[in-house]
């Protein structure tokens, strides 16, 4: 009998919060985590808003000028090693083996694996190499490399926690992190590992978020209340944020013997490409359609028994449009249309980190047995009509949830968690 991946462990370090509970108070009471940014000193840039993360600063690319919760530690040489997302990963995972009662002890063995997601440090590979530039190749920062390229996460916690089971990063766009947790899974169901930390992270600085203007994927809302809102007829765009989060999967009989508490049951996943565009979604949201119905079927649970799907929407109207007819390609007919939200109307979007952030989202609502609702949500596009979009949270135990990611070249995920 396949062993069955549980979540027992969750971190945050976010927009909205930097512990479970300053996060599940956001979700409960939609509060956004956005704040006016002035990026390059210019206020001619038409991006105005970000997804700030708060107690930390990383004003230079020295690690020695960075600040950050001194309630974590990070040793010298770990840090030497990390991107400004590293330090939040970090942190985040501190958090999340604590919370699944873990010590660093119990995850050094060949039982216990690493996935993780980021894009990479533009931030830092723009000063390593203008480095190398000012010297003529002469001079090179030795750890300029691990700490900039996409796999930083993976090399850097990798070694600093000696993992021994399987160590990979993923590096699918916006999808990323939902591919590092559909992955995990099938380590576990397979028996190749019993537990496996899945760790996200993105700076959230000029270098990061300034590209995606070129794109025109940015809003340029200035008012940080209607910004950001999934679904609106009026939506202009995501505003990006950063941070970092992580998830402790574990075979449910290894967490069961050691008395471990468990949040939700991962149940099933599913890919599906769009075969359509490098950076718009399939106008008809052909792949995302197949990742759900593919989802669906691995966790064996019809279209009606869903009971709330946190949906990728960022924001844009292309996308938006997109998700919303995969929806209801899904569920019309099924005789019960599942809640709808997008908990990025309150994060922002968190690029590669955002599948790893709602799935985790995910997993509280299914044990705080709540449902967040669609935040600055007031008119809904006539293309989205029909989904059963919240305008509130609700006091209601979802029994089975949905989380959809979409990235780059058309990557769709879908995730299908359950209460145990």
Known sequence: ???????????????????????????????????????FGNPALPVKLAGTVKGFAFPSPNWRDWVWPREYPIDRETIRGFAPHGVYAACALQQALADARLTPGDVANEDTGLYCASSGSPYLLVASTNQVYAAKGERVNPMGLVSSIAGTLNFNLASHYKIQGPVAGFVSACASSSHAIGFAMDEIRLGRARRMLVVAGE?????????????????????????????????????????????????????????????????????AGDGHSIAISHPEGAGLRRAMVRALADAHVAPADVDYVNAHATSTPIGDRSEALALRAVFDGS??????????????????????????????????????????????????????????????????????SSGFGGSNVCLVLAAG
């Open 1 to 39: 009998m396949a062993a069955v991946p549980v979540i027992t462990g969750l971190g945050f370090i976010t927009s909205i919060g930097n512990d479970r509970a300053s996060v599940l108070r956001s979700l409960r009471e939609l509060r956004h985590g956005f704040e006016r940014v002035e990026f």
């Open 203 to 271: 700076d959230i600085n000029a270098e990061t978020v300034l590209p995606f203007a070129g794109l025109r994927a940015l809003s340029s809302n200035p008012d940080p209340a209607t910004a950001s809102r999934p679904f609106d007829t009026r939506r202009d765009g995501f505003i990006a944020s950063g941070g970092g989060v992580a998830l402790v999967l574990e075979d449910r009989a290894l967490a069961t013997a050691r008395g471990a508490s468990i949040y939700a049951d991962l149940i099933g996943w599913g890919q």
């Open 335 to 404: 005789g019960r249309a599942p809640k709808v939200s997008s908990t990025k109307a309150l994060t922002g979007h968190a690029l590669s980190m955002a599948g790893a952030l709602e799935t985790a989202v995910c997993a509280l609502a299914i044990k705080e047995r709540f449902i967040p609702g669609a935040a600055h949500l007031e008119q809904v596009d006539p293309a989205c009509e029909g989904l059963d979009l919240l305008r509130t949270t609700l006091d209601t135990a979802p029994r089975v949830v949905l989380n959809n």
